[in-house]
C-alpha cells in the first residue's frame, strides 16, 4: 500500500459525458501527478500540481482539467469523453517535486 | 528525454537472480537512472534510482555502466512476487514527470 488512495475504482460511462477522478496523496506530500495508461500509447504523463499550483504539463488534452485542493488532494476532470479516453488514469504523490512518486492503485475509465 | 531500450521480455525461475538490462546511450551526465515496477493490476512501484555509483536498497541492486549509457537492475532472489514490467526511467534534473517506455515484462517460474 503506496498510501495514495484514488477513487473510484471502477467507472463506466458513456461518450459525451464528465467525470470527476479524486486523488489523496500520502500524509504530507505536497506534489501530485497525473498518468493516463491506456494500451496503446502505455503511461504517459498528463499534469503536475505542487501545494496547490500547477508545476508541469505533459500530454493533457483541453477537454481535461485538474486541481489541487487546500487539503492536497487533487481531482481530475474528464469532459466530452470519447472511446478513446478509456484507460487507467493513475495518480502519483511526492514528498517535494522532484522526489521519488508514490501511485496509487488508478482509476479504470471505461467509455461506451 | 534520454531514450531507452529494455528487453521486451524475460523470464527466470524463483530463487534464482534476475538481470534485467537497460540501455540509455543519450543519457546526459545529470541525469538519474530511476527503475520503478509495475506488478499486475497495480500502480507503479518505486524500485530504486542512481546516479554514478553502484546502488543496494531491499529490494534491489542498480549497477551503472562507467560511461552511464547502459544499467542493470538486479535482484538477487527473485520470488513469484517480482513478476512485473519494470521501467528503466533516466530522469532529466529538474524534470517534474516520469516519462515511461515500454518496460520488460518479467516472468518468474515457480
Known amino acids: 500500500d503506496s498510501g495514495v488512495t484514488q477513487t473510484p475504482k471502477h467507472l463506466i460511462t458513456a461518450t459525451g459525458q464528465r467525470v470527476t477522478l479524486r486523488c489523496s496523496p500520502r500524509?504530507?506530500?505536497?506534489?501530485v501527478y497525473w498518468y493516463q495508461q491506456s494500451l496503446d500509447q502505455g503511461l504517459q504523463f498528463l499534469i503536475q500540481?505542487?501545494?496547490?499550483?500547477?508545476?508541469a504539463k505533459g500530454n493533457i488534452l483541453e477537454r481535461f482539467s485538474a486541481q489541487q485542493f487546500p487539503d492536497l488532494h487533487s481531482e481530475l476532470n474528464l469532459s466530452s469523453l470519447e472511446l478513446g479516453d478509456s484507460a487507467l488514469y493513475f495518480c502519483a504523490s511526492s514528498e517535494k517535486s522532484l522526489d521519488t512518486q508514490y501511485f496509487g492503485p488508478g482509476t479504470r475509465l471505461t467509455v461506451l | 528525454d534520454a531514450k531507452t531500450t529494455q528487453p521486451n521480455s524475460m523470464e527466470s525461475n524463483e530463487e534464482e537472480p534476475v538481470h534485467l538490462p537497460c540501455n540509455h546511450s543519450t543519457i546526459s551526465g545529470t541525469d538519474y537512472i530511476h527503475w520503478y515496477r509495475q506488478l499486475p493490476s497495480q500502480g507503479p512501484e518505486y524500485v530504486i534510482h542512481?546516479?554514478?555509483s553502484n546502488v543496494n536498497n531491499r529490494m534491489a541492486s542498480l549497477a551503472i555502466a562507467e560511461d552511464r549509457k547502459s544499467s542493470t537492475l538486479i535482484l538477487h532472489r527473485a520470488t513469484l512476487r517480482d513478476a512485473a514490467v519494470y521501467y528503466c526511467i533516466p530522469r532529466i534534473q529538474g524534470a517534474q514527470k516520469l516519462v515511461f517506455g515500454q518496460g520488460t515484462r518479467l516472468t518468474i517460474n515457480p
Open positions: 500524509s504530507g506530500d505536497l506534489s
Open positions: 542512481g546516479l554514478t
Open positions: 500540481y505542487y501545494n496547490g499550483e500547477e508545476r
